[in-house]
């Protein structure tokens, strides 16, 4: 926890009259509701082997001599102290050599290192949990202590959960979860076909499946840019291309088919190109594409043999009058069997997003079009080996796609209760939009679809080259300035992709209506304060 001192275990009782020192603060990742993660601060601590650290008895209090002078017995003893204090300096002296432990040998070199460790782990960022939200949960720590802030509360416009941001549970979905309490879950033998993986496995899971080659062989991915970072997590793990098309952001962040031929083109010269994904509706940017632009993209992938990956986890939230879900798969059967019979397709979805809203069970599915079946079969062992959702994570997914049918008994209370969070998520997309376009030096797309803004912001020169001096990106550096005076989290538009010299966040529209009138107001005046400041 955070400001919590802990003291080191130590071999053996402690030096008379040491001190032992508090471990380093942990540093707590919030999550976006899905998970939260701890990791310490690597740093060296004063107790470490290797520090020179001595371990000396205390002096021997005698009573004072007469007339000040020493006597014989005094000066034994203090032979015998500086004796006994010989070993112990001796050992400092030589723990403080590097490469050294306490006890004079060579230090055995870890197995596991920053430097031996998987490199392209190091590579991996996901800036949804980075440190503008790690400084967000130090910063409610201490108001909780009592701390002086400018601000009284954390408002929380970085993260994705529904629930957590005060979403109502849809009744229909909670009501089998007291069944599944003496439940022994799925028998380990059982001949039934595997459990349906996390939604965060999902994407990952055909991406080891397409990701092969070495060189101009190493197998690329088309991500849109701004994007969500699970991808290009996800390709850094794996050692993949990613190959970045961008998003018309004066078009509403409309895909463009003649910028995926460009990125294709150039990507072609360094790598293999394998697989498109789409994210629609976006996440960050919010936009639903049209059904002209969802067939433009099949035939795109058919002519340039990719495989498409459809993220479709926010089908569901469509706000913007004229907007409309269509399916990837819907589409491609319309299209006729020269399109429908080869084009390959994975697409995606979650019981986390959407009005459902329920983060906490880790429970979504993929479902594979026109994929070969030699290789399915890889694609189920790969997901056999996997630990799947909780028992009560598969119920309630299996309840999410079984929804209540006109005459059930559910039917109508479920129809009230998802039009209720529809509904109240388009008022709070409108709302956001609204306040945006009164923000001087602040632009913002209309929110279509999904639960987030991505509002792009002017930022002074000034400002651009503080940032720059302190080694940030430039709206990384606002974000920070806005927590620290605000108590808004929002997260930095960098940690999603953009274009060179424009800089954005993305904030979700999730808040209560209250906290989000606040949220807006705060934001918008602490771009004008900073504006300023920086002119």
Same mark, same amino acid.
């Given at each position: 926890?955070?400001?919590r001192?802990? /003291? ?9 009259g ?8 942990e540093?707590? @990742?919030a ?7 701890k990791?310490?601060?690597s ?18 209090? !005698?009573?004072?001599? *007469? ?8 000066? *034994? ?24 432990a306490?006890?004079? #040998?060579?230090?055995?070199?870890r ?26 949960v130090?910063?409610?720590k201490e108001?909780q ?7 009284? /509360? ?5 993260i994705g ?19 599944c309490?003496a ?23 055909i991406?080891? !499946? ?6 101009r ?28 098309y ?20 150039q990507?072609?010269?360094h ?8 994210i ?9 594409q ?14 340039e ?10 089908q ?8 409309q ?6 589409v ?13 397709l ?10 459902m ?6 429970a ?13 079969q890889?694609? @189920? ?10 028992? @009560? ?7 999410v ?17 998802k039009q209720?969070? !529809?509904? @109240? ?5 409108? !709302?956001?939009?609204? =306040?945006? =376009? ?8 209309p ?8 509002p ?12 720059q =001096?302190?080694?940030? =990106? ?23 992709? #953009? ?14 209506? *209250?906290?989000l ?9 602490f771009?004008?304060?900073?504006? #300023?400041?920086?002119s």
């Amino acid at each position: 926890m955070i400001g919590r001192e802990e /003291e080191i275990p130590r071999e053996g009782l402690p030096c008379p009259g040491e001190r032992t020192a508090p471990f380093p603060e942990e540093q707590v @990742t919030a999550g976006d509701g899905c998970s939260a993660g701890k990791r310490r601060q690597s740093q060296q601590h004063p107790l470490q082997p290797g520090t020179g650290l001595r371990c000396e008895p205390p002096a021997e209090i !005698l009573p004072a001599s *007469e007339g000040g002078k020493t006597t014989e017995m005094e000066t *034994e003893l203090g032979a015998r102290q500086s004796a006994a204090e010989m070993p112990a300096r001796a050992l400092g002296q030589r723990a403080a050599q590097p490469g050294m432990a306490e006890n004079g #040998q060579a230090r055995r070199e870890r197995v596991l290192s920053l430097g031996s460790m998987n490199p392209f782990v190091k590579r991996v960022e996901y800036a949804v949990r980075g440190p503008i939200v790690a400084r967000a949960v130090q910063l409610e720590k201490e108001l909780q202590q009592g701390v002086k802030k400018p601000f009284t /509360e954390v408002i929380r416009g970085n993260i994705g959960d529904a629930q957590a941001m005060g979403q109502k549970p849809i009744t229909f979905f909670r009501q089998p979860e007291p069944c599944c309490g003496a439940s022994r879950g799925l028998e380990g033998d059982s001949p039934s076909p595997p459990p349906p993986p996390s939604p965060l496995l999902c994407p990952q899971t055909i991406l080891k !499946l397409l990701v092969s080659g070495e060189g101009r062989s190493r197998t690329g991915v088309m991500l849109p840019i701004p994007q969500y970072p699970l991808y290009s997590a996800a390709l850094a793990e794996l050692n993949a291309v990613q190959i970045n098309y961008y998003l018309d952001e004066e078009n509403c962040w409309a895909l463009d088919v003649g910028e995926l031929r460009r990125a294709l083109r150039q990507a072609r010269e360094h790598c293999q190109p394998r697989a498109l994904c789409i994210i629609n509706p976006g996440n960050p940017t919010g936009q639903v594409q049209s059904r002209q632009c969802i067939e433009e993209v099949i035939r795109f992938a058919w002519e340039e043999r990719l495989f498409l990956l459809a993220d479709e986890v926010y089908q569901d939230n469509i706000y913007a009058e004229g907007s409309q879900f269509h399916s990837f798969k819907k589409v491609l059967f319309e299209m006729g069997p020269e399109y429908a019979e080869s084009v390959e397709l994975a697409s995606f979805h979650s019981i986390s997003k959407g009005y459902m809203g329920e983060c906490g069970f880790r429970a979504g599915y993929m479902e594979v079009i026109n994929m070969e079946p030699a290789v399915q079969q890889q694609l @189920t062992k790969l997901v056999s080996v996997r630990l799947c959702p909780p028992v @009560t994570g598969q119920v309630l997914l299996d309840v999410v796609v079984n929804r209540p049918q006109p005459g059930d008994p559910s039917y109508q209370q479920f129809c009230q209760e998802k039009q209720a969070v !529809l509904s @109240t998520l388009a008022k709070k997309a409108r !709302l956001t939009q609204e =306040a945006f =376009a009164r923000a001087p030096g602040i632009r913002c797309n209309p929110v279509q679809g999904a639960m987030y803004a991505f509002p792009r912001i002017q930022l002074p020169p000034r400002a651009v080259e503080e940032a720059q =001096a302190q080694g940030q =990106a430039p709206d990384m550096f606002f974000c920070l300035k806005l927590l620290e005076e605000t108590g808004i989290c929002v997260v930095p538009g960098s940690g999603f992709g #953009q274009k060179e010299g424009t800089f954005h966040f993305r904030m979700t529209i999730l808040p209560p209506l *209250e906290k989000l009138e606040v949220l807006l107001q705060k934001l918008s005046q602490f771009h004008a304060r900073f504006t #300023q400041e920086y002119s």
